[in-house]
């Protein structure tokens, strides 16, 4: 909207709704940890991973043109679409090993799940990518990596992520 209804550069566009996703990711973190829903640990690692990609998708965005970034942002979207639609989610079983996580929530829940390390970092920089090249959080990829590939419930999946979002914005 930015670009086609105010005549927003695609860098400007990126960089007003990045300005938004880090007030709504603060808040998300603040309120999820008072749940103690966030997995802290997988949270630091993550953003480790995404913070690289921001910046190679900031060098990127300065060289795209409206009609390149409006291309490229609608076809990852479509891919994300068809992945969700066509994926089978198991609750608590991942599809990927990995070491052993665990958070009890305030209530007292505890979520198990298992976590490649190496393997979220790398997905992480391209979560920092696309963050930082479309303006958007990066939950689009992040939560359902977290819950289909890792098996973590989705109330941990999005606080984890709402953390690791603080420092990609």
């Given at each position: 909207?930015?670009?086609?209804?105010?005549?927003f550069t695609p860098a400007?566009?990126?960089?007003?709704?990045?300005?938004?996703?880090?007030?709504?990711?603060?808040?998300?973190?603040?309120?999820?940890?008072?749940?103690?829903?966030?997995?802290?640990g997988l949270g630091l690692?993550?953003?480790?991973?995404?913070?690289?990609?921001?910046?190679?998708?900031?060098?990127?965005?300065?060289?795209?043109?409206?009609?390149?970034?409006?291309?490229?942002?609608?076809?990852?979207?479509?891919?994300?679409?068809?992945?969700?639609?066509?994926?089978?989610?198991?609750?608590?079983?991942?599809?990927?090993?990995?070491?052993?996580?665990?958070?009890?929530?305030?209530?007292?829940?505890?979520?198990?799940?298992?976590?490649?390390?190496?393997?979220?970092?790398?997905?992480?920089?391209?979560?920092?990518?696309?963050?930082?090249?479309?303006?958007?959080?990066?939950?689009?990829?992040?939560?359902?990596?977290?819950?289909?590939?890792?098996?973590?419930?989705?109330?941990?999946?999005?606080?984890t992520a709402q953390f690791?979002?603080?420092?990609?914005?």
């Open positions: 909207l930015l670009l086609f209804m105010k005549g400007a566009a990126t960089a007003a709704s990045l300005g938004a996703v880090f007030l709504s990711a603060v808040s998300g973190t603040v309120a999820n940890g008072r749940r103690r829903r966030i997995d802290y690692v993550l953003a480790a991973g995404t913070l690289p990609g921001a910046w190679i998708g900031r060098e990127v965005i300065g060289r795209l043109s409206s009609s390149a970034f409006s291309y490229s942002f609608g076809t990852f979207l479509l891919v994300v679409a068809v992945y969700l639609v066509a994926v089978k989610i198991q609750p608590g079983k991942g599809k990927v090993r990995g070491a052993p996580r665990v958070v009890t929530d305030s209530e007292g829940q505890v979520h198990r799940f298992e976590v490649n390390r190496v393997l979220g970092f790398v997905v992480s920089l391209f979560v920092g990518l696309i963050s930082s090249l479309f303006g958007i959080g990066g939950g689009l990829v992040l939560v359902p990596f977290l819950v289909v590939a890792c098996g973590a419930p989705t109330v941990v999946a999005t606080a690791t979002f603080v420092f990609t914005a």
